[in-house]
């Protein structure tokens, strides 16, 4: 809420816009689905999580980086959604200036570090397949540790700027976040002062943590294909492929998402378009991780088997 100074006025608080033109009952059901959909990404990425560390079999990087990434989707669930289903069914409660800036970022830390980790996982399969002769020298437990901490130093500072550059404005009357949680783009509209630089600011990051690992994981794909094209039997191309089917379905829905609301033009950003498909990047796309490594992969299946 905007409170009074000498001279001016200042935001203390924040409050969602979110979903209060619904009605109670649809915001009840929102409620029931989110809840829903929550509960089983967390208990997803949790048993994910424990069969690899519980089964010697997958102790190897691809899975080791499948845990890193449920652990990390599973942190960046915590810091939205949380708050959504609160706003839900409250939808006049409010968020402080601290606890904005908070939100904002462990969301873009966690979300950043997904991208980079997909890319590690991308490398991985390319080293698997283009290199398998030397993939246990190249992909040993030092260089996935230095990758996985690569992925969160990267996320951490990325967040760091987007932060201080959007908590550097003044916020003045507007206190109505057009959002359902604390993001970059409905922030600076909120801003009373020029924000050019800080959309800068936000175009750069967002290229630079999508479209650089969407470019790396691009490359790596076209030199999979390429030597998996060059196996003789139908069957060893077969598996060849398989192994990276899930890896690719996740990444080409996490990016895609991603991409068409970080990238898309100012003039074609509408925020109630934004606000959807961020339910689908936030809500649903995180769900997809353990449901399309559990239900596709045969290792994490059996795996989960032995475990029961």
């Given at each position: 809420m905007p409170v009074a100074g000498p001279n001016s006025t200042f935001v203390t608080e924040f409050?969602?816009?979110g979903f209060s033109s619904f009605g109670w009952q649809h915001r009840l059901v929102f409620f029931v689905v989110f809840l829903t959909l929550y509960l089983l990404t967390l208990s997803g990425n949790v048993?994910?999580?424990?069969?690899?560390?519980?089964?010697?079999h997958l102790h190897t990087p691809m899975y080791f980086f499948l845990s890193m990434l449920s652990i990390s989707e599973t942190c960046y669930t915590v810091a939205i959604i949380p708050c959504m289903l609160s706003g839900l069914l409250n939808p006049q409660k409010t968020i402080s200036f601290q606890d904005c800036a908070t939100q904002l970022f462990f969301y873009l830390t966690f979300g950043i570090n997904n991208c980079f980790l997909l890319t590690a996982m991308g490398y991985d399969r390319y080293v698997a397949i283009c290199n398998p002769l030397r993939y246990s020298v190249i992909m040993?437990?030092?260089?996935?540790?230095?990758?996985?901490?690569g992925s969160l130093g990267i996320g951490l500072s990325m967040a760091i700027v987007q932060v201080t550059s959007?908590?550097?404005?003044?916020?003045?009357?507007?206190?109505?976040?057009?959002?359902?949680?604390?993001?970059?783009?409905?922030?600076?509209?909120?801003?009373?002062?020029?924000t050019t630089v800080n959309e800068i600011i936000n175009f750069v990051v967002s290229v630079f943590v999508l479209v650089l690992p969407m470019a790396l994981v691009f490359i790596s794909y076209v030199l999979i294909i390429a030597t998996i094209l060059k196996i003789a039997s139908a069957e060893g191309r077969k598996k060849a492929f398989?192994?990276?089917?899930?890896?690719?379905?996740?990444?080409?829905?996490?990016?895609?998402?991603?991409s068409i609301i970080y990238l898309k033009p100012k003039s074609q950003s509408s925020l109630g378009q934004d606000r959807l498909i961020s339910v689908t990047y936030t809500v649903i796309t995180p769900l997809l991780n353990p449901v399309v490594y559990s239900l596709r992969n045969k290792e994490v299946?059996?795996?989960?088997?032995?475990?029961l």
């Open positions: 409050l969602f816009e048993v994910i999580v424990t069969v690899i560390r519980l089964d010697r040993g437990k030092r260089a996935c540790v230095q990758l996985v901490c959007v908590f550097g404005l003044p916020f003045c009357d507007g206190f109505v976040i057009s959002h359902f949680f604390c993001d970059v783009r409905p922030l600076l509209k909120l801003a009373c002062t020029n398989a192994t990276c089917a899930s890896h690719l379905t996740v990444v080409i829905i996490h990016y895609g998402c991603a299946k059996e795996a989960l088997c032995r475990a």
